[in-house]
């Protein structure tokens, strides 16, 4: 398909901006080809600039549960938007969606926000160092929190895409503080808590992660971290920067029942502006500047036409059970996608939880990054062109995940299964 435009409009933007993007993922790298500029968008749907329309199930990487330019959403920004954009002083708005976000979500009496998920976490993890008074950070491989130094350590997401698991810029200094475990492996961060007995601050995790494709917890696994941190006085740190406000009113804590000390939170939380946020319990939250020691700032943090984005979006979420919804239609697609690439005997994998689904081209479970990493990479660029060229825009690296909007109809489905029962034959 000629994306005559698009291919114009990268050529132009790669003289100025490094790769022609401000996100590598952006870039097409892992499946090749030309990234596609969308005009605009609405609903279940993207126009890119050459007209061209697509069903899509990236929504921003997440944000866009409701669909794109969902009304309540657009008219809190425009509303908000008259009255001035940035004061850098306290507004209403900034606790009107702290104590809503509060309400929803479980285990956390205070939050604070910030402008992007990799702020989110890196402050939360400096928080449980305060907090504790210890350095240490277990991570898991494949498991993306933002590119904050400590965080790049055989990250998931981009950086896996770019095989640069250790980024350069990464002092050794940092590094040697943060430790890498096996998601989904008990017995591994059961030893890796014994290496290092007294010194580790918090355990940071995808409790369901998204950076290697869709990988829920195996059963016991987050219940497992709980106890440990338990014992050895660690702070268990959720990072549902992709789960939060997705998967469940109150997330992963609500959807699995297991409670964490501090949450990360961005993408829904700010309805497409740019937010993130951080929330835990009164106690650990009040180590936080101005009341306590451990420093943390941002201009644009609780921007107005940001938390008025969020709040409207949170407030649509609070409403009904769009989460029920969005679970019956992802599985409707995985049912539809796993019938039509069995039929034409394509071996493939389909990890699903809530409205995250993610396919995968290989025999084995695909549990955690290794078994992420197995993925048949040649397929999944012809899956990704195939669905691309008959107007279905899915992730493109299979070290992501599809997200799935509620603007999407039954028909939608219908017409992206159709889809890949064609592009099936390629494979
Ligand atoms: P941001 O700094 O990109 O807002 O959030 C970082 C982050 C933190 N934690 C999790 C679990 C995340 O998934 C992310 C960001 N997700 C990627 C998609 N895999 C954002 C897309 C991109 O990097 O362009």
Redesign the pocket.
């Given at each position: 398909m000629e994306y005559k435009r698009s291919s114009a409009l990268f050529a132009e933007a790669q003289k100025v901006i490094p790769g022609g993007v401000n996100?590598?993922?952006?870039a097409f790298k892992a499946v090749g080809g030309t990234p596609i500029f969308v005009k605009e968008a609405k609903g279940a749907y993207i126009i890119d600039e050459d007209d061209k329309k697509y069903i899509e199930y990236i929504n921003s990487?997440?944000p866009m549960i409701l669909g794109h330019a969902h009304k309540p959403v657009i008219d809190a920004v425009v509303e908000k938007a008259k009255k001035g954009t940035s004061f850098g002083m306290p507004t209403e708005i900034e606790t009107k969606i702290a104590e809503l976000a509060v309400s929803m979500v479980p285990n956390i009496d205070m939050i604070r926000f910030v402008n992007?998920?990799?702020?989110?976490?890196m402050s939360a993890v400096r928080l449980a160092r305060g907090y504790t008074g210890k350095d240490k950070m277990i991570k898991f491989a494949g498991?993306?929190?933002?590119?904050s130094d400590a965080f790049l350590i055989q990250a998931?997401?981009?950086a896996v895409t770019f095989g640069s698991p250790n980024s350069p810029g990464v002092t050794r200094g940092t590094a040697k503080d943060t430790l890498l475990a096996r998601y989904n492996d008990l017995e591994n961060v059961k030893q890796i808590i014994a290496q290092n007995e007294g010194e580790i601050a918090c355990i940071i995790i995808?409790p369901v992660a998204?950076?290697m494709g869709c990988i829920p917890p195996v059963e016991g696994f987050l219940e497992g971290l709980r106890t440990l941190c338990d014992a050895h006085n660690i702070l268990l740190v959720f990072?549902?920067?992709?789960?939060g406000f997705r998967l469940a009113k109150g997330g992963v804590q609500e959807l699995l029942g297991v409670n964490a000390d501090i949450v990360?939170f961005?993408?829904v939380i700010g309805g497409g502006l740019?937010v993130?946020a951080f929330a835990a319990r009164k106690e650990i939250m009040e180590h936080l500047a101005p009341l306590g020691p451990v420093y943390q700032a941002g201009t644009l943090s609780g921007n107005p036409l940001a938390m008025a984005a969020g709040l409207a979006m949170l407030q649509e979420l609070n409403q009904g059970d769009v989460f029920k919804s969005l679970q019956e239609k992802t599985a409707y697609l995985h049912q539809g996608i796993a019938k039509v690439l069995t039929e034409a005997g394509v071996t493939h994998q389909i990890n699903r939880i809530g409205s995250m689904i993610s396919v995968h081209f290989c025999d084995d479970a695909v549990i955690d990054f290794e078994s992420s990493a197995k993925g048949n990479n040649d397929s999944f660029k012809k899956f990704f062109h195939g669905l691309l060229n008959r107007g279905i825009y899915i992730?493109p690296s299979a070290?992501?995940?599809w997200f799935l909007s509620d603007a999407l109809s039954y028909d939608d489905l219908d017409t992206t299964i159709a889809a890949v029962k064609e592009v099936a034959k390629e494979l």
């Open positions: 996100s590598p993922v952006r990487w997440g992007s998920g990799t702020e989110a976490c498991c993306y929190h933002g590119h998931g997401s981009g995808e998204g950076n990072d549902e920067v992709m789960t990360c961005g993408k740019p993130g992730a070290f992501e995940t």
